[in-house]
């Protein structure tokens, strides 16, 4: 089965849809001035966090364990080469 198409990613959804982006562009103003204008309490996916009163959680990349030793697979001995005693 293939992978999913939306895998949610914080930083990304910020980045994009947050208030900064959203100013920076003229559609995004027009997009602001609309919601304000409804009287919309989350003007943005930024005052989502802001809201809840907490910073989003970005996530740490893994560290890869270099000194983790993988598990060996030693292959089964073939009965052909096996003498009968």
Not at 40 to 45: A, N, P
Not at 60 to 84: L, Q, T, V
């Amino acid at each position: 089965m293939p992978k999913r198409t939306y895998q949610p990613k914080k930083k990304k959804r910020i980045r994009k849809l947050g208030y900064r982006a959203r100013k920076r562009t003229p559609s995004g103003r027009r997009i602001l001035k609309r919601r304000k204008k409804k009287g919309r309490k989350k003007l943005t996916i930024s005052d989502e966090f802001r809201i809840i009163g907490k910073k989003p959680k970005m996530r740490k990349p893994r560290k890869k364990n270099i000194h983790r030793k993988k598990a060996s697979i030693k292959p089964k001995p073939s009965k052909k080469g096996k003498k009968k005693k």
